[in-house]
């Protein structure tokens, strides 16, 4: 996700900042090229847009899972945490409940950019920023009944979501505002390994309940020779992890259930 930064919007640079980043991603020799909705994809485009440029979708939802390799039991489950959102959700309905659900647990107005969103809010309550968002019934539902049928295939699920959900896993100000739902259905599976974020750009790692939760570090912040970003090699049982820069692990293998 933040294929681009809002910058490129106030700079009116969108269109030209965000085809040099595809140029170079088009280097990349892999078959399969994932993009997840962020919060600055949502400042700079629609998400119809979004659709055409970088293929969010697929079956019609911005949600949906796929096997990497046919003969490995890995499944990756690809998320909308910008589901329900201010910025725009899903549907216009999904928007419009954003606000009414934000403004019931942040005093701050929402609405306009440059005020304190966060005054008055302390520990996990600082989650409640316009610049997060939540999954929406319709998602969990799906998600619930994925992990399901992943546990009946004998398959181990990687999810894959800009916004973190797992508290001491990144800055609470930037946690999924429905992270708990989230938690307990990938709790009640029993079938996830690991799951990877972004949004908060200085990164973090924790191992919650027997899931492996990577916050990947921003670009953004590196100086000179820094690096941000991380491989998986994936085995017939297991998966390893490597990490490169700032909060990332250096190596975790991760074994297949």
């Not at 399969?32 to 939802?61: A, E, P, S, W």
């Not at 924790?206 to 090699?233: I, N, Q, R």
Request: a negative charge; aromatic letters at 8%; glycine letters at 8%.
């Amino acid at each position: 996700g933040d294929i681009i930064d809002v910058k490129a919007r106030d700079n009116g640079t969108t269109a030209a900042d965000c085809e040099e980043v595809l140029k170079e991603l088009r280097k990349c020799k892999s078959k399969t090229l994932v993009n997840i909705i962020g919060n600055h994809d949502l400042y700079n485009f629609r998400r119809d847009q979004l659709d055409i440029l970088l293929n969010t979708k697929r079956n019609g939802d911005t949600w949906y899972s796929f096997k990497p390799l046919a003969d490995s039991p890995l499944r990756v489950v690809v998320l909308d945490s910008y589901d329900v959102s201010t910025i725009e959700g899903s549907t216009e309905d999904n928007t419009k409940a954003a606000f009414t659900f934000l403004s019931k647990h942040n005093p701050n107005d929402i609405t306009k950019f440059g005020g304190d969103w966060s005054a008055g809010l302390t520990g996990l309550d600082k989650r409640f920023m316009p610049y997060n968002g939540m999954m929406g019934a319709r998602q969990l539902s799906w998600l619930r009944e994925t992990l399901k049928a992943a546990v009946t295939a004998g398959e181990s699920v990687v999810l894959l979501s800009h916004a973190p959900l797992c508290p001491g896993g990144c800055d609470p100000i930037c946690l999924l505002w429905n992270y708990q739902e989230v938690l307990d259905i990938i709790k009640e599976s029993g079938s996830v390994i690991a799951l990877f974020a972004g949004h908060d750009h200085e990164g973090g790692y924790k191992l919650h309940e027997g899931v492996h939760h990577f916050t990947m570090p921003s670009p953004l912040l590196c100086k000179g020779d820094d690096m941000a970003f991380a491989t998986v090699e994936v085995f017939q049982e297991s998966m390893v992890v490597r990490g490169e820069g700032m909060e990332m692990p250096e190596e975790l293998e991760i074994s297949f259930v």
